[in-house]
Structure formats: C-alpha cells, structure tokens
C-alpha cells in the first residue's frame, strides 16, 4: 500500500502542476472533499478540485508544486509542499504584481481503494501575501 500510495502522490502532482483531468481521474475519488482556506465548504470531487487549480492558476499562471516530505501510514498521508509562481492575476483581492513566490503548504490526505477521498490544504498564505505585498511590513 504505501508504495501504491507514493505512486498515487506523485502522479496527484502531475495532475495540479498539469491539470489534466485524465491524470485527476486516476488519482481523486467522485467523492472527495477538499479542504482549503479559499472557501468554507469544502470542494467536491474531481470538478471540485479543477475549480482550486482555477483560484490558484488565475493568480499564478505558471504555478508549480514540488513534494518537499511524504509521510504515509497506512491510509493517511501528510505532505510539505513547495510551491513556486508569478502574481501575476488578482489573487484575494490583491491585484497582479509580477512578483516571484515560493511558499510552503502542509497537506494531509486520507485514501481509500488507492484514490484520494479527502485533503486537508495548509498553504502558507501570510507568507503568500506578504511576498505580494498585500500585508503591512510590521507583519511579514
């Protein structure tokens, strides 16, 4: 199981730096339910997690994910990640800056019969928007 489930990681990769729904379709439950700070209900299913890449995408056109740590036991998972990209899209209100970010998120994942069915998303986001100049300096 945990070899499979370092596989199911790495190809959940390939499908939020790609966003290719066929990769998404191997990867994510109908079922399951996303977690973020973006919104607070949760995100359902394969067309619940395209609309998060959306949020970030149109952002950070060029946004990149990069698996820091994997830790798995049994079916859970926890997962840093680095993610790297442009502001360049209005991101929470803050318009496009042209700026360079790299911040970290801690992820946790639940699986069942090989496919995700719930994440758990922690990004970073006071790093994230101090990077992009949306918090006063006395905070970042």
Request: hydrophobic share 45%; charged share 20%; aromatic share 10%.
């Amino acid at each position: 199981m945990t070899t499979d489930t370092h596989t199911a990681m790495q190809r959940f990769v390939e499908f939020i730096n790609t966003g290719d729904a066929s990769i998404g379709r191997q990867v994510i439950s109908p079922d399951a339910e996303f977690l973020t700070p973006f919104s607070p209900e949760p995100f359902r299913g394969l067309e619940g997690y395209l609309q998060i890449l959306a949020i970030m995408r149109s952002a950070f056109s060029d946004v990149q994910w990069r698996i820091e740590r994997l830790v798995v036991e049994g079916d859970a998972v926890a997962a840093r990640f680095e993610l790297r990209g442009t502001h360049d899209g209005d991101f929470l209100g803050t318009a496009p800056t042209g700026l360079p970010v790299a911040v970290h998120a801690s992820n946790f994942y639940r699986f069942a019969d090989g496919l995700i069915v719930d994440e758990v998303g922690q990004p970073d986001l006071m790093g994230l928007l101090g990077q992009v100049g949306a918090l006063p300096h006395a905070l970042v």
